[in-house]
């Protein structure tokens, strides 16, 4: 079972690599892994409630605006945004 800890980490993680990646091209892949990240972390937030929930809801709006802003940049319209 993944914890709250453990998708704290993968967002936090996929929000360094946003950053590092600010100004290069993004493979449709990793886009898609972030998504997959934030639609993880929308049922965790749906399912759970502990202490680092607000940490993964903090994380997971960081990484849905990063994401959001990428895509549109590529001239690609976000996915329904998850609204955290």
Aim: glycine share 4%; hydrophobic share 45%.
């Amino acid at each position: 079972m993944i914890t709250a800890h453990d998708r704290v980490l993968k967002l936090h993680t996929a929000i360094e690599a946003a950053h590092r990646l600010r100004k290069q091209r993004i493979y449709t892949g990793t886009i898609e892994h972030w998504q997959s990240l934030l639609e993880e972390a929308g049922q965790f937030l749906g399912e759970m409630i502990e202490p680092e929930d607000e940490n993964v809801r903090a994380l997971a709006a960081q990484l849905e605006a990063i994401v959001a802003t990428r895509l549109l940049a590529a001239g690609r319209p976000a996915k329904h945004p998850l609204r955290f």
